[in-house]
């Protein structure tokens, strides 16, 4: 089956600095994966869907300087938080899709605290 | 733009017991899909059951089934035989039919299912 791997599950950092996170699809080859970020108790938010070799595109409201998406490979993308504030504490989940499936696989998610 | 509506925050189940988990959406797409998927403790995203909106037959997956109503947009998912492991949030989501690859979810707001022994 289709796998997702994110990394790192957990991460903690200082206010101001950055961070990556990244999402590998294992076992395909994913032109499309997806960004989501999720608050306790409430659902999944798209952020920005990444797209292999061009530009992501941004949700309304997200700010792509603040949050840079790099799709560089067919099995690779990673979100970057830069200048990482409190505020930006949460729980970011990717997904990508087996082309033609029309299903969607997550990672199984990181959770980002800054102090 | 689509929608997704889960009226339910919580449902609580006994376990062995069946439970009905409400979902609407709206959507001006004729075609797409739809999904429920749930995220226990772990968070990890799991799909649950997929129907297309094509098909008039009602998806199952085993202990789970949908009762999809296109006309009246609605898509509901029943369990049966309640287990333990079953206790997750579970999200009801949309995506449209965009050509052969992976599109946009949209989700509902949840809704946390306990499985009480």
């Known amino acids: 089956g289709a796998v997702v791997s994110q990394h790192p599950s957990r991460v903690i950092c200082k206010s101001g600095t950055s961070v990556k996170i990244e999402c590998r699809s294992l076992?395909?080859?994913?032109?499309?994966m997806f960004w989501y970020r999720q608050f306790p108790k409430q659902s999944l938010m798209l952020m920005a869907t990444?797209?292999?070799?061009?530009?992501?595109?941004?949700e309304q409201g997200v700010e792509k300087d603040k949050f840079l998406i790099n799709h560089a490979s067919l099995t690779l993308s990673t979100l970057t938080v830069t200048s990482a504030h409190p505020e930006d504490s949460s729980f970011y989940i990717c997904?990508?899709?087996?082309?033609?499936?029309?299903?969607?696989?997550f990672g199984a998610g990181s959770r980002l605290t800054v102090l | 733009a689509q929608t997704v509506t889960q009226s339910q925050p919580e449902m609580s189940v006994q376990e062995a017991e069946t439970v009905t988990l409400s979902c609407t959406y709206d959507?001006?797409?004729?075609?797409?899909?739809l999904f429920w998927y749930k995220q226990p403790p772990s968070r990890q995203m799991i799909l649950v059951i997929r129907?297309?909106?094509?098909?008039?037959q009602n998806a199952t997956e085993n202990r789970f089934s949908v009762n999809f109503q296109k006309a009246a947009k609605s898509f509901s998912l029943k369990i049966s035989d309640s287990q333990l492991g079953d206790t997750a949030m579970y999200f009801c989501?949309?995506?449209?039919?965009?050509?052969?690859?992976?599109?946009?979810?949209?989700f509902g707001e949840g809704t946390q299912l306990t499985v009480n022994p």
């Open positions: 997904s990508a899709s087996r082309s033609g499936a029309n299903v969607l696989t």
């Open positions: 076992d395909f080859q994913a032109t499309t």
């Open positions: 990444s797209n292999e070799g061009s530009k992501a595109t941004y």
């Open positions: 959507t001006s797409e004729s075609n797409y899909y």
């Open positions: 129907q297309e909106a094509y098909k008039q």
């Open positions: 989501a949309f995506m449209k039919r965009y050509g052969t690859s992976g599109s946009r979810l949209t």
